[in-house]
């Protein structure tokens, strides 16, 4: 059975970067507390004969094969009316600020 002190709650607050005051340290010491029981019941669950489940909704993804298509440009061509360039590389301006 978890059990926070005072202590421990102003060790997560300033961890959170958060003030508390003593009637909140109180309030988080018995909530907190509460929280741990929890999750320690739920670890005691027998799962070993559970199999993992990573979604439960039954849809699957679906996948289509890449397709080249020519559209009868050359690369070339295309990089001489590119404003900027770095080697063979579009340059572009700057994106996030």
Do not use: C
């Not at 699957?60 to 009316?81: E, F, M, S, T």
Request: net charge negative; proline share 3%; no cysteine.
């Amino acid at each position: 059975m978890a059990i926070l002190s005072h202590d421990d709650i102003l060790k997560l607050a300033q961890l959170a970067r958060l003030s508390l005051s003593d009637e909140e340290v109180e309030s988080f010491i018995n909530e907190i507390s509460s929280i741990l029981n929890y999750v320690e019941q739920l670890n005691e669950v027998e799962t070993d004969d559970l199999e993992p489940t990573n979604q439960v909704t039954g849809l699957v993804n679906v996948w289509r094969p890449d397709k080249v298509i020519n559209y009868g440009y050359q690369v070339d061509d295309i990089l001489k009316i590119v404003p900027k360039m770095h080697d063979r590389y579009i340059r572009v301006g700057r994106m996030i600020e």
